[in-house]
């Protein structure tokens, strides 16, 4: 699909011509535009307010050295990250990635994903997201501890419990939370909810561990429902083996599922029985090890070297790894072996040509915004709980993500049916998330 309207195409044109080489970011713009364009045809007054020229350009980009010292003591470099991307309807909110592949165009389609998903959560967040090319692979503690020290010796000038919270992505767990928010005390003398996703004995909240994954599966559950269906009997591929698919293969198997595939980047492992999530766990979350040690601990599994997931036959099939990791040809692949719901844990990780033809065949398709803004949503939840200086119960918090959840996909939902794309669940979380941030900029006006 390509954009129609003539107001839109000069949007992206700008976009584009401001934004070379980066070509992520663009791709997230793109469909955005493409969903907006029934909105543009009915709302006059978002065009006169320039809001959608305004919310393609982020508020604030800030990029910095972080410089640290390794176990070897020699100096290392990278380059750190944080785009304020849009601040209308509260702080600015999102996570922090450490992979060798974050630079800007990756930060900038996070931020820019992240202002429509934490409003289509109902809780008051902008949108953020930051991050650095560091890599932690093969790296001590005591090398992860330096890196974050340093990260946040600079980050701290411009975050803030009502200014901007960062949160995990990939590569920042618990550890590197506990070492940033450690470093960002020391610094500013001040214990607040600067950031998420910290541990349960110094303000974390309950259930944050799980939420994305798990989030997900509550999100999926009113797809199925919407079909008639569940997920008891059903067969799930879930691609990555880190936090959001660990607990969405933990999740989906307590709805009744069969969860038959994980992987990281190095290759995937099938197991025709039900991943054994204890051994799956074990692997990555306690001994930081490769997901092909699985097949080496349990009889009847098969690690597969250099392949993706997307070759098994599944009916509901889960990307949690990372960005554009399922392609055309991958989705063929799904389609031909009978899927019949695909729903994104990762940030934007089926291609477009992939989710056209997802719904060119049929099949339900979940985008990421809707179906993984649980892990923000319990983000929310944990900065309310620091506000108010007190802890809800494990049940609480996943009563609320999953009411949470199930109001994602009903907005998302009544959306598609009032823009005229009835179960087009991509076009309907875009415009569903946009209309808010949207009248909250035109309130807010524009500096003259
Ligand atoms: P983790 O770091 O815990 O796990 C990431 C997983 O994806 C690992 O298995 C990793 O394998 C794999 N992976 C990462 N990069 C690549 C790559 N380039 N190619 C193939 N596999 C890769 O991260 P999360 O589980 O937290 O995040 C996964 C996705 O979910 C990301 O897109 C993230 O933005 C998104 N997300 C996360 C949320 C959260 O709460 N954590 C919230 C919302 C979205 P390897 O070890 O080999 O790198």
């Not at 931020?111 to 930051?130: A, D, R, V």
């Not at 979940?366 to 803004?373: E, L, S, V």
């Amino acid at each position: 699909m390509s954009l129609q309207n003539a107001y839109l195409k000069e949007v992206y044109e700008k976009v584009c011509k401001r934004n070379q080489g980066e070509p992520e970011f663009l791709q997230a713009v793109q469909e955005v535009l493409e969903s907006l364009e029934p909105v543009v045809e009915k709302r006059p007054d978002i065009v006169a307010e320039g809001v959608i020229d305004r919310i393609v350009e982020p508020e604030r980009v800030i990029t910095f050295r972080v410089s640290w010292v390794d176990d070897q003591g020699k100096v290392q470099v990278n380059r750190g990250f944080r785009v304020q991307f849009n601040s209308a309807i509260g702080p600015y909110k999102g996570g922090l990635r450490l992979h060798p592949s974050v630079n800007a165009s990756v930060i900038k389609f996070l931020g820019f994903e992240q202002i429509f998903k934490n409003s289509l959560t109902g809780l008051p967040m902008g949108g953020g997201k930051g991050g650095s090319d560091f890599d932690p692979k093969g790296k001590s503690d005591r090398e992860i501890m330096r890196f974050c020290q340093s990260f946040m010796t600079e980050l701290c000038k411009h975050i803030g419990p009502d200014t901007d919270v960062p949160a995990g992505d990939i590569g920042v767990g618990a550890r590197e939370i506990g070492y940033l928010f450690g470093q960002y005390k020391r610094l500013r003398n001040e214990f607040t909810g600067v950031l998420t996703g910290k541990g349960l004995t110094y303000g974390g909240s309950l259930t944050r561990t799980e939420a994305t994954g798990f989030g997900l599966c509550y999100f999926v559950n009113e797809m199925l429902a919407a079909k008639g269906t569940s997920f008891a009997g059903k067969t799930v591929a879930i691609s990555g083996s880190g936090n959001v698919a660990l607990y969405a293969a933990q999740k989906a198997t307590e709805l009744g599922g069969k969860v038959v595939t994980l992987s990281d980047s190095n290759g995937f492992i099938y197991d025709p029985n039900g991943i054994d999530l204890a051994v799956a766990k074990d692997i990555k979350e306690v001994k930081r090890g490769r997901i092909k040690e699985y097949a080496d601990r349990v009889p009847g599994s098969v690690y597969t070297e250099g392949k993706r997931v997307w070759g098994t036959k599944c009916d509901i099939a889960l990307p949690c790894a990372t960005q554009n990791e399922l392609d055309l040809d991958d989705a063929n692949a799904l389609i031909a072996n009978g899927v019949q719901f695909v729903a994104e844990g990762a940030n934007m990780p089926s291609t477009p040509e992939a989710v056209e033809a997802f719904q060119k065949a049929g099949v339900f398709f979940g985008p990421a915004k809707a179906a993984n803004a649980g892990g923000v949503a319990v983000s929310g939840l944990e900065m309310s709980q620091n506000s108010i200086r007190l802890s809800w119960t494990f049940e609480e918090v996943d009563e609320k993500l999953h009411g949470i959840m199930k109001n994602i996909y009903k907005n998302a939902y009544d959306a598609s049916v009032a823009y005229g794309c009835p179960g087009n669940l991509v076009a309907g979380a875009n415009i569903a998330g946009f209309l808010k941030v949207a009248e909250a900029m035109i309130a807010q006006g524009v500096a003259y």
